[in-house]
């Protein structure tokens, strides 16, 4: 629970970053830019691997079945 809580707040940041970033985008430097990508990419990977992180913990969870009685 608590590292999920740190991978949101560390998207989160990442994403303020990179809009912080995207706003300077006018006249920045090639070396801004390629900080700019990093970050999109550092964001995507985290996103992807919660949505499996979380998608792993849906299949895993138990599942109860209610069987209708025959009586």
Do not use: N
Request: proline share 3%; glycine share 2%; charged share 30%.
């Amino acid at each position: 629970m608590a590292r999920r809580f740190a991978t949101r707040l560390l998207i989160e940041q990442l994403k303020h970053r990179i809009a912080k970033l995207q706003q300077e985008r006018f006249g920045q430097s090639s070396e801004r830019r390629a900080l700019l990508d990093q970050l999109e990419l550092q964001l995507f990977e985290l996103e992807e691997a919660q949505a499996q992180a979380e998608t792993a913990e849906e299949i895993a969870a138990p599942q109860s079945v209610t069987v209708p009685s025959f009586e």
